[in-house]
């Protein structure tokens, strides 16, 4: 969620006074919220118990996969033609490929944190 407030944050100085963050700092941050969100999802999701290391590990791999993801989904905007060819329609296929590259990371994280439980029972 708190990459979509980005695009909001002139908004929000401008109705809550509320300073803008520094890009870098907002990385971070974004960085952690996902680390965080994903890692509290992996714990409380499986059925089967998770150790809290193997949990971490999924929120970092998923946070750093989320986050290159972006800077290559933002790399191909700033350079690709598909809104001059196609218009407001183009953007369906980016928003599919953005959907895609998310859940991807999503899993991945997933599979990361489950494998600390099948190495558990060996």
Same mark, same amino acid.
């Given at each position: 969620?708190? +990459?979509?407030?980005?695009?909001? /944050? ?8 509320? +300073?803008?963050? +520094? +890009? ?6 974004? $960085? ?7 890692? *509290? *999802? &992996? ?9 809290? /290391?193997?949990?971490? *590990? ?7 996969? $989320? ?10 905007? /700033? @350079?690709?033609? $598909? ?8 953007? $369906?296929?980016? @928003?599919? *490929?953005?959907? &895609? ?6 899993? @991945? ?14």
């Amino acid at each position: 969620i708190l +990459p979509l407030l980005g695009p909001l /944050q002139p908004l929000l100085l401008y109705l809550a006074h509320i +300073p803008l963050l +520094p +890009p870098v700092l907002g990385h971070v941050l974004t $960085f952690l919220v996902v680390t965080v969100m994903m890692g *509290l *999802l &992996y714990k409380i999701l499986p059925s089967a118990p998770t150790r809290w /290391q193997d949990v971490f *590990l999924g929120g970092v791999s998923t946070a750093i996969l $989320f986050e290159i993801s972006k800077m290559v989904l933002a790399g191909y905007l /700033q @350079f690709s033609t $598909f809104e001059t060819l196609y218009g407001a329609l183009g953007a $369906f296929p980016v @928003f599919l *490929l953005w959907l &895609y590259m998310a859940w991807a990371s999503v899993l @991945f994280g997933a599979e990361v944190a489950a494998a600390g439980i099948t190495h558990d029972d060996h």
